[in-house]
């Protein structure tokens, strides 16, 4: 199932659909697995995305899209 919330869609720097559970690395290389996110609400807004850790499974954390060279994308 592809990320996608109110017309708009994750993509990856391969401009690739990013799937639910899909593993992703950060800049520093470390791996983590999507849930999912939260559309840019604004124009100066990038939006945010949902990870968790492959070490700790209970716990998801937050960060902005461009830590796992992902963007949000309106659709068409």
Known sequence: M???????????????KVVVDELIRDRDGEA???SGGAIPLHGAST?????RSMDEDKMDREFFPSVFNLKWRKDR
């Open 2 to 16: 592809f990320i996608s919330k109110q017309g708009w869609t994750l993509f990856n720097k391969a401009n690739e």
């Open 32 to 34: 983590w697995v999507i």
């Open 47 to 51: 939006g945010r995305v949902w990870v």
